[in-house]
């Protein structure tokens, strides 16, 4: 059974830095695309980032250039560093583990998830 736990998330004011972690137990890491995902109320679950198995990187337009996500491969984690944090970027982050091999898309259908961790960025 695929686990996936999330820590890191805070409260932090516009403009500064937080870096979201995550452990991933249960299956053949290395091969599967990973990626973060954020969701206000009322409002859908959007990926912001994503890493391949190849280690191709894809961003939200919305984050490009501030956040940065990467992966440990021996390790099975992954991180987000989030830096110029806007209010905007205020949701509750889910770390997401593909479940085919060597595929990375946008629907949140395509991932086991963990619990979520919540960033609250104020003005």
């Known amino acids: 059974q695929v686990q996936v736990t999330e820590s890191g998330g805070g409260s932090v004011q516009a403009g500064g830095s937080l870096r979201l972690s995550c452990a991933v137990f249960g299956y053949s890491y290395s091969r599967y695309c990973m990626a973060w995902f954020r969701q206000v109320p009322g409002k859908e679950r959007e990926k912001v980032a994503s890493i391949g198995s190849d280690m191709i990187t894809s961003y939200a337009d919305s984050v490009k250039g501030r956040f940065t996500i990467s992966r440990n491969n021996v390790q099975n984690t992954l991180a987000l560093q989030m830096n110029s944090l806007k209010p905007e970027d205020t949701a509750m982050y889910y770390c997401?583990?593909?479940?085919?091999?060597?595929?990375?898309?946008?629907?949140?259908?395509?991932?086991?998830w963990g619990q979520g961790t919540q960033v609250t960025v104020s003005s």
């Open positions: 997401a583990a593909g479940r085919r091999m060597n595929y990375c898309d946008s629907s949140p259908a395509s991932y086991y």
